[in-house]
């Protein structure tokens, strides 16, 4: 009864090992009756069927991690499926961090489930999956542009993988979220020259990953990108698939930028602490 947090993470091999061990995953069932449970972490988990997951999802929760759950004995989510879950995330009134990573969540589905978070929500992930055109990869900028419409506190948005997002969504985001500070957009359709007109956007960003793999940027487009960061005097640290984008900065704005890494870094460590619902939490948001 006194349990506050639960994380339990897979690596991607042994998911069949853990439903033999926790009756096809539905030991669980027990979370959604502890009074005091404010996290609940279950990464890279296969289920039989949606219900073994909404069984186990408390209504108090503050923050939830579903990333890379599989469904069935093919790994794949059907849409009623997805419809189940998100009729479900939709009574959980209390989150302030959701991360659902490679489930195909829909432009639609992110209409009808955001607008019951009544803007508390702090930190959302809607990473797709790797792969071009890959159909578990739905969201699109109208989906985006929702969360911009329904969660202008918000201040990390992750929509790596989802190569149907672009420009539209991300400038969205930065025009209307004014306390935004994470966009993950690696694996979109966003580009130097987008990055480049989000960046002299007003905005209070930390930090923007964007980019493919295997692409590298010319001489002219890594000064395009360092001019941009210079335009928000250092503090927007700009990463690709390679890593931390290297710049040549004057001396206040590499101050500016290491500044922002330490805050980055403070945030990612709270993340993975099982007591930290809001990985932001200390920094004034």
């Given at each position: ?11 991607d ?8 061990l ?26 039989d069927?949606?219900e ?28 009623s499926?997805v419809?189940?879950?998100v009729g ?8 302030v ?28 992930h ?15 900028d109208?989906g985006?542009?929702a969360?911009a ?12 993988y989802q190569?149907?997002v672009?420009?539209?969504?991300i400038?969205?985001l930065v025009?209307n979220c ?10 979109t ?6 990055v ?15 980019g493919?793999?295997?692409h ?7 000064v ?5 960061v210079?335009?928000t ?11 931390l ?5 004057p001396p ?34």
């Amino acid at each position: 009864a006194d349990l506050v947090a639960f994380v339990f993470h897979l690596d991607d091999c042994c998911w069949e090992e853990i439903k033999a061990l926790t009756d096809r995953c539905r030991a669980f069932a027990p979370l959604a009756r502890m009074p005091n449970l404010k996290k609940l972490s279950l990464s890279n988990f296969g289920f039989d069927d949606v219900e073994t997951i909404t069984m186990c999802l408390n209504p108090g929760l503050e923050s939830l991690c579903l990333d890379h759950a599989a469904m069935g004995f093919e790994r794949k989510w059907s849409n009623s499926q997805v419809d189940a879950l998100v009729g479900k995330l939709s009574q959980l009134s209390h989150l302030v961090s959701l991360s659902l990573s490679d489930i195909p969540i829909t432009d639609t589905h992110v209409r009808r489930l955001l607008p019951r978070f009544n803007n508390q929500l702090k930190c959302l992930h809607l990473c797709g999956d790797y792969g071009y055109g890959n159909p578990r990869c739905p969201l699109t900028d109208d989906g985006v542009k929702a969360i911009a419409e329904y969660c202008p506190s918000i201040l990390t948005v992750d929509v790596d993988y989802q190569d149907k997002v672009g420009f539209s969504g991300i400038l969205a985001l930065v025009q209307n979220c004014p306390n935004l500070l994470e966009i993950g957009a690696c694996g979109t359709s966003l580009g130097v020259e987008d990055v480049s007109s989000i960046l002299r956007v007003p905005n209070k960003l930390l930090i923007l990953s964007f980019g493919k793999i295997g692409h590298s940027h010319s001489s002219t487009e890594k000064v395009r990108l360092q001019n941009a960061v210079m335009s928000t005097k250092g503090r927007v640290v700009v990463c690709t698939m390679s890593g931390l984008m290297k710049m040549n900065l004057p001396p206040e704005h590499k101050a500016n930028q290491d500044d922002s890494m330490a805050k980055i870094e403070r945030a990612h460590e709270q993340q993975r602490d099982p007591m930290v619902c809001n990985k932001w939490d200390g920094e004034g948001w």
